[in-house]
């Protein structure tokens, strides 16, 4: 089992849970099960997000009485907003179109993605509900967005040059690591492209 099968259909389900708080709040209640059942990848996760035990061994891990509300730290610091009350306080609505957006264009899938675009060309310039308000073009660098979507289809080159001449901006800027960075500067501390073989081609399409 990985973490996206863990998490399953839920990180998909922005209808059902309309409500950004709402959904964030079911998936830190399916973390505290994965803590329960103890499993590996779930401590990955908080030794990567929760800001008291960043790069702390699993096993290590495993040994502390972890409890629900170190779930909710761990998807605050994941989906980069400064805190579990930030996200309690908030009313956001999903965008629906950019959510699937992200989805089809960490699946490799540069056809729905084309088609999703061309019915709402605003997309390329529009920015995650999320704390790092990232842009679609973000999303290529594989860095400082939600675990599971950090991801480098082997299309990727492809999609990110779609994106730039849809008018996406390489100079824009998210908010993560306590700072703003370009899709670029992401991209080049990001290991995801690189294992894939892809990081010097993307390198040189934003550059």
Same mark, same amino acid.
């Given at each position: 089992m990985?973490?996206?099968?863990f998490y399953g259909?839920?990180?998909?389900q922005?209808?059902?849970?309309p409500l950004i708080?709402?959904h964030? %709040?079911?998936?830190a ?5 994965g803590?329960?059942?103890n499993?590996?990848?779930?401590f990955?996760e908080? /030794? /990567?997000?929760h800001?008291d035990?960043? $790069?702390?061994?699993?096993?290590e ?9 170190d779930c909710?730290?761990?998807i605050? /610091?994941?989906? %980069?907003f ?7 306080q908030?009313?956001?609505l999903?965008d ?6 992200v989805?089809?264009?960490i699946g $490799? ?11 709402n060309?605003?997309l ?7 704390g790092?308000?990232?842009t679609? *073009? ?5 860095? $400082?967005v939600?675990?599971?979507?950090q991801?480098?289809?082997? /299309?990727?080159p492809?999609?990110?040059?779609f *994106?730039?001449?849809?008018?996406a901006?390489?100079k824009?800027?998210m908010q993560?690591y306590?700072?703003e960075?370009t899709?670029?500067?992401l991209?080049? %501390?990001?290991?995801?492209?690189f294992?894939a073989?892809i990081g010097?081609?993307?390198i040189?399409i934003l550059?």
């Open positions: 990985t973490l996206t099968s259909n839920l990180l998909y922005t209808d059902q849970y708080k709402d964030l %709040s079911i998936i209640e399916r973390m505290w099960e803590i329960r059942a499993h590996d990848f779930i990955q908080i /030794n /990567n997000y800001p035990y960043l $790069g702390r061994a699993i096993e891990l495993k040994t502390l009485s972890l409890t629900i509300e909710k730290t761990t605050a /610091n994941e989906y %980069s400064k805190n579990w009350d930030v996200i309690e908030l009313e956001d999903y629906h179109d950019f959510e699937k957006a989805n089809f264009l $490799g899938n540069l056809k729905e993605l084309k088609k999703l675009i061309k019915t060309p605003l390329v310039t529009k920015r995650s509900k999320y790092h308000r990232a679609l *073009l973000h999303y290529t660098a594989s860095n $400082g939600e675990m599971w979507r991801k480098s289809p082997s /299309n990727l492809e999609i990110t040059q *994106l730039i001449h849809q008018g901006d390489c824009a800027t993560v306590g700072g960075f899709t670029l500067t991209l080049k %501390s990001s290991v995801h492209p294992e073989g010097e081609e993307m040189n550059k």
